[in-house]
């Protein structure tokens, strides 16, 4: 059974958006392993870090790989968003459609590590919300 404590639950969604990070980094650098294939990791990343952020606010999100929809949550609920973050819906296109054969344009290397780039932007800025919200509840006593 689940004994994770709701303040714990933020951070859990950190670990698996790091560890999809990490394996579209590496991804990346095997030989063999498809363009698509790392830059589904870069949309699992950024689509984790943002549902660990509306966990941390509380807000609830609906089962999706939109991460349009997550960040229109956010900008609902008054949570300012860097445009590099904001810019981070376009992964969403390697969510589904890029993952089996069919007929899209093959994935380049430049998009792969600008996917990376920006999955590692936005990790770090939800990382860093969460974090320092964390920092405000201790000094408030909460």
Same mark, same amino acid.
């Given at each position: 059974? +689940?004994?994770?404590?709701?303040?714990?639950?933020? =951070?859990?969604? =950190?670990?698996?958006?790091?560890?999809? %990070? +990490?394996?579209?980094?590496?991804?990346?650098?095997?030989?063999?392993? %498809?363009?698509?294939?790392?830059?589904?990791?870069?949309?699992?990343?950024?689509?984790?870090?943002?549902?660990?952020? %509306?966990?941390?606010? $509380?807000?609830?999100?609906? /089962?999706?790989?939109?991460?349009?929809?997550? =960040?229109? %949550?956010?900008?609902? +609920?008054?949570?300012?968003?860097?445009?590099?973050?904001?810019?981070?819906?376009? =992964?969403?296109?390697?969510?589904?459609?890029?993952?089996?054969? $069919?007929?899209?344009?093959? &994935?380049?290397?430049?998009?792969?590590?600008? *996917?990376?780039? /920006?999955?590692?932007?936005?990790?770090?800025? &939800?990382?860093?919300?969460?974090?320092?919200?964390?920092? +405000?509840?201790?000094?408030? $006593? *909460?």
């Amino acid at each position: 059974m +689940n004994s994770m404590q709701p303040l714990d639950l933020p =951070l859990h969604w =950190l670990e698996r958006a790091r560890s999809d %990070l +990490n394996l579209a980094d590496v991804a990346l650098r095997t030989p063999g392993v %498809l363009y698509e294939d790392a830059c589904f990791h870069t949309q699992q990343c950024v689509e984790k870090a943002l549902k660990g952020y %509306l966990t941390r606010l $509380g807000i609830s999100f609906p /089962r999706t790989h939109v991460i349009e929809t997550l =960040l229109d %949550l956010l900008k609902e +609920n008054n949570i300012l968003i860097p445009d590099a973050v904001d810019e981070a819906f376009t =992964l969403t296109q390697y969510a589904v459609q890029t993952r089996y054969p $069919g007929e899209w344009e093959a &994935v380049t290397l430049q998009e792969t590590q600008q *996917a990376l780039e /920006r999955a590692a932007f936005v990790l770090t800025w &939800v990382d860093g919300q969460i974090r320092s919200g964390y920092a +405000n509840d201790i000094i408030s $006593g *909460a």
